[in-house]
């Protein structure tokens, strides 16, 4: 396993990293390909084809516009989030797209833009864009495949052991939990001194530490935006924003016994996972923990970490953001490895419930936890969401998706607490967890694994 931290924090745009950022990527690599093989000046036509998940909840969750912006060379990380809504308008109005802001073409929505009700064998997101010259031949296709969190892979890659990312040799390499407290006992590390040793094949400690302090700055800027704007979330549920209004009352009412209670910060903690799933929602700039879908989980629990517990000075609390994503991105790593973090894979379980089991450890960490300790963690809080099944009312990431992350958050602080006050030894281990996960996913029918064709998002529209 060669999964970077930087692989399951990702800074994008909401609402979805399966259905949003990943297509963008997807579109991105697409036209730079028809530009690299000297190809671009000669694409006429554009068709996008969208198959499974993303064509069920695509438009809910902005696919179809981040795949026009991502032709237009835009990536997630770099994106003004601003601009996407109306030169999607544009596009629409003037029937031409230009193909990395270069290459005007024709692109009329009827035609070239197509949900299909049929699904791909390999995985349940997948794309197909093929490019046209002027005499209607195609002179290149891809499928792609989303597979959560933002990773993507085209079809040259999508076999039964196709690996996520580009692999190195790790010093430390892992694929089970049981193999990683192994590690960790044998070298006497704890887990975010294990995970840093591995991300030095890719850059220096100091780089890691700046990039993922820069990780927390965007999670910070996320819920700050979150917590100013307030209105109606887009999509046609009109769905309330709740959190600045939260704020606000929360500001007036302040009561210094209260706000160092448990209750108190449990207001707090759900405050921040809000302020981040709405933001995600409305389609702003937030990052993939490891998904959109999940993102308020990980900010909020260490933005509990930050407020609430005492640091002496400021590098001892960068200190402990440091170890808090790197212990977390272990446990998510396994994830990835050994079930998915996709919704539409596995259901909510492998989204929320991964982002539960990698906030519980991150802050497991950070509070002194020992290896065991934090694999109690992380197994806690991923065992009490399995068969969590993605419903979401209307294809949107709102309902129940943004109250389902602040109750995440606290399920993970919970489980660090549990597995505080115990040695580490448990009956059930994290990787058969992570195993139940991925049978249940497996056995879960599509209808609960983000199609919006059954649960909350049939129920909830029901006359």
């Not at 997630?76 to 990395?100: F, G, M, N, R, W």
């Not at 030095?200 to 400690?205: D, N, T």
């Not at 929360?250 to 921040?272: C, F, H, Q, R």
């Amino acid at each position: 396993m060669s999964i970077s931290v930087f692989d399951l924090f990702k800074i994008g745009v909401g609402p979805s990293s399966s259905h949003t950022v990943g297509p963008m990527i997807a579109a991105a690599e697409f036209a730079s390909y028809l530009e690299q093989q000297k190809m671009l000046q000669d694409v006429k036509r554009i068709k996008i084809d969208l198959y499974g998940s993303l064509s069920a909840t695509g438009i809910g969750h902005g696919t179809d516009n981040s795949i026009i912006i991502g032709l237009m060379g835009e990536r997630p990380h770099s994106v003004d989030p601003e601009i996407i809504l109306p030169e999607v308008a544009a596009v629409k109005e003037s029937k031409t797209l230009k193909l990395l802001g270069q290459n005007p073409i024709e692109f009329i929505w009827s035609r070239d833009m197509n949900l299909l009700q049929e699904s791909l064998q390999y995985h349940p997101n997948a794309m197909r864009l093929t490019a046209y010259n002027d005499k209607a031949e195609a002179l290149y296709a891809n499928t792609y495949y989303s597979i959560g969190g933002g990773f993507i892979i085209d079809e040259s890659e999508a076999t039964e052991d196709a690996y996520l990312v580009p692999q190195v040799k790790l010093p430390y390499h892992f694929n089970t939990a049981t193999e990683l407290l192994e590690m960790c006992k044998n070298n006497n590390f704890t887990i975010s001194q294990l995970m840093m040793e591995n991300e030095k094949i890719w850059r220096s400690e100091e780089d890691v530490r700046h990039g993922l302090l820069e990780i927390w700055q965007a999670m910070k800027n996320c819920i700050a935006s979150g917590l100013s704007k307030a209105g109606v979330l887009p999509g046609g549920l009109n769905v309330k924003r709740r959190a600045a209004a939260l704020h606000v009352s929360m500001k007036e009412t302040v009561n210094p016994n209260l706000i160092t209670s448990t209750l108190g910060a449990m207001d707090w903690v759900n405050l921040y996972a809000l302020a981040v799933n709405e933001e995600n929602a409305a389609g702003g700039r937030m990052v993939t923990a490891p998904t959109n879908g999940a993102a308020g989980i990980i900010p909020a629990v260490l933005m509990y970490y930050v407020e609430f517990m005492q640091h002496e000075y400021d590098q001892a609390r960068d200190d402990g953001i440091v170890r808090f994503m790197l212990a977390a991105a272990a446990i998510g790593a396994l994830c990835k490895l050994n079930a998915s973090i996709s919704g539409a894979e596995v259901g909510c379980q492998g989204e929320v419930g991964s982002a539960c089991a990698m906030a519980a450890a991150g802050l497991c960490e950070v509070l002194g936890g020992t290896p065991e300790q934090i694999e109690n963690a992380a197994e806690i809080g991923l065992e009490h969401n399995l068969g969590l099944t993605c419903d979401p009312v209307g294809g949107l990431v709102q309902v129940p998706c943004i109250e389902r992350n602040a109750i995440a958050a606290m399920k993970a602080i919970n489980a660090t607490q549990m597995s505080l006050h115990g040695t580490g030894d448990h009956f059930i281990s994290l990787d058969k967890v992570i195993k139940t996960m991925l049978d249940t996913g497996m056995d879960m029918h599509d209808k609960y694994k983000e199609t919006s064709r059954g649960g909350l998002a049939v129920n909830a529209v029901e006359c």
